[in-house]
């Protein structure tokens, strides 16, 4: 059964059966929502809405889960951007224009993979231009109608069926219609928070909360040290242009003020000046004001945006959950009889790398333990620091230092991989599209690209022109490189989650009740947090060896979904803890 959900007049809901041809809207109050959707759901259907995170929030609220939807918005934007559906999307050129609100076709957060390298770019694009076909492409995905919500999905099912890989595609779009319920019930549960413990960091790092206006007093006393030892008494600390003046004339000459750059001097500023940035990035992101906008009842709620990134990965709206530094990590505490169970895919990309070359060299080198100590047991590096170099060069294109050295060892060692990567980065140098493992493709590159190609083939161009462009495809080369493992990745933790999730629905309710966790999920194991490739499940004392095995069952089942039988395996660091921090070790 599909149930379609669509905005009516008023303050009024619309639902209908999509598959029984004979029936007819229902129109109901939005206060009547809950309580005909959890009839609903004892049958299982798939409901089908515009947007989970306006939908789905709706019933969370009154006590309800629902297990399966489809997500037209975040399945819409994949259809509009994969390669895969190049063909059918010829013969289905009207495209609402309310699907241009996705996250990836809106421009508002999506962004290219960034390197791991210090001072490697990180490039945002806007790709709302051209997209929204039809109404208004800031249309209210909220509002629109059953109508347009049975005709949008019928359109998505034609696209679907008509893609290159339509098993593949129906895999990803229940995937990411999944991770839309995982983020809406992350943010409904909440991440368990001490704000005791919490404000004991602020002021075992900081000191002291100040008066408005003021700096924390250890700040104030690194600025003194540092302001010292530099001989000018007034230097800004916090404008980046005064700082670097004052390095300068101060004989300490650096570029910039990036950590890696300063620590290649000695001197006395610098010490206390790096301490004063750390500080500095406490205060700003996570300290006393984040405190009090963000933690509430002994939770953390951020707004999680799922597929809001070019490749799949998630992005948030407000609170940085994906920047929690590991400082602040002691603050995570379970509620009492219950615990944390933290969850890390060890090493996943380059796993993931491995399962799409079909590299069994590289996939041997990763079986049952570290993949970079297997690098070094086949020969290929001397230790496990050049393995890691080595890797993180090969996919996100490093060409210089130690990872160009080491990269051709690689390629020799494992040539489907390396082969994998390199026609990745040839093909967006090119300016055509990379797919994920199931269908995400990578973004064109943006009009500054195009621009800079166009001018290198004028017959006046310069070599300086000629320079540009080359050096502006070997960056959008070195994004594609990235996009199909880092994409893929992502597809994997999609379906980990999803699976996990199921299993976590089946466990039988058990006191002591989390209650801050609402009604949902105060009694029963629940997602809690996720980044990227790590997990945090919420979960009774009781549960907590049941919900680690099904954490690792699960990451297992991901992977033979995705790559069938092919000799990779996916290991988790996984610990059972009261709090985050405690899994750090």
Not at 53 to 71: K, N, Q, S
Not at 202 to 217: S, V, Y
Not at 287 to 294: H, Q
Request: hydrophobic content about 45%; some cysteine.
């Amino acid at each position: 059964m599909r149930i379609a959900v669509g905005a009516d007049e008023g303050d009024r809901v619309a639902l209908v059966d999509l598959d029984d041809p004979g029936a007819s809207a229902e129109v109901i109050g939005l206060a009547e929502l809950p309580s005909r959707a959890a009839a609903l759901e004892a049958a299982g259907p798939r409901w089908v809405w515009s947007d989970t995170r306006h939908w789905y929030p709706i019933l969370l609220r009154a006590g309800l889960r629902v297990e399966r939807c489809h997500d037209l918005l975040l399945c819409g934007a994949i259809l509009e951007g994969s390669a895969d559906a190049r063909e059918p999307r010829e013969s289905e050129r009207e495209r609402p224009g309310w699907l241009a609100a996705a996250p990836t076709l809106s421009g508002s957060t999506i962004g290219t993979a960034s390197s791991p390298h210090a001072g490697g770019p990180t490039a945002l694009f806007d790709l709302g231009g051209g997209l929204g076909r039809g109404a208004a492409a800031d249309a209210d995905p909220s509002a629109v109608p059953l109508d347009g919500i049975v005709a949008e999905y019928r359109r998505q099912e034609r696209l679907t069926a008509g893609s290159a890989r339509p098993r593949a595609m129906r895999l990803l779009l229940a995937a990411e219609s999944a991770g839309a319920l995982i983020g809406a019930e992350m943010r409904a549960a909440g991440l368990p928070w001490s704000r005791d413990v919490h404000e004991r960091i602020l002021e075992a790092e900081l000191g002291p909360r100040p008066k408005p206006g003021w700096k924390p007093e250890r700040m104030a006393v690194l600025a003194t040290e540092v302001r010292s030892a530099l001989g000018q008494t007034s230097v800004n600390l916090d404008s980046q242009a005064e700082l670097l003046r004052a390095l300068r004339n101060a004989g300490i000459q650096v570029d910039s003020t990036a950590k890696w750059e300063l620590h290649e001097h000695d001197h006395p500023a610098i010490a206390p000046l790096l301490a004063y940035k750390r500080s500095a990035r406490l205060l700003s992101a996570n300290g006393w004001a984040w405190l009090d906008e963000w933690i509430a009842d002994g939770r953390f709620r951020p707004d999680y945006v799922p597929g809001g990134t070019a490749t799949g990965r998630w992005a948030t709206s407000g609170g940085g959950a994906l920047q929690l530094p590991k400082i602040v990590r002691a603050a995570v505490v379970a509620d009492p009889g219950w615990s944390l169970v933290v969850a890390d895919a060890a090493q996943l990309e380059p796993r993931v790398l491995a399962a799409l070359a079909h590299d069994e060299a590289m996939a041997t080198a990763a079986r049952g333990r570290d993949i970079y100590r297997g690098i070094v047991d086949d020969g290929v590096v001397e230790t496990r620091d050049q393995a890691k170099v080595a890797i993180l060069g090969a996919m996100y294109g490093a060409t210089t230092g130690d990872s160009g050295r080491l990269v051709p060892r690689l390629a020799r060692a494992y040539p489907r991989a390396m082969a994998l990567v390199d026609r990745a980065a040839a093909t967006g140098e090119r300016g055509a599209q990379v797919t994920t493992n199931l269908g995400r493709s990578s973004p064109f590159p943006p009009a500054s690209w195009h621009a800079a190609q166009a001018r290198a083939s004028e017959p006046d161009a310069t070599p300086s022109d000629e320079r540009r462009a080359r050096s502006v495809a070997r960056d959008w080369g070195r994004f594609t490189r990235n996009f199909v493992v880092q994409g893929s990745a992502a597809e994997w933790a999609l379906c980990w989650m999803a699976a996990l999730r199921t299993r976590l629905a089946r466990v039988p309710p058990t006191t002591p009740a989390a209650e801050r966790s609402g009604p949902v999920f105060s009694a029963a194991p629940h997602l809690v947090y996720y980044l990227h490739d790590e997990i945090i499940v919420h979960t009774p004392n009781e549960y907590a060896e049941a919900v680690a095995v099904a954490v690792r069952e699960s990451a297992e089942g991901a992977g033979r979904l995705l790559f069938g039988d092919f000799p990779v395996d996916f290991p988790l660091d996984l610990a059972i803890v009261d709090s985050y921090a405690m899994a750090d070790g």
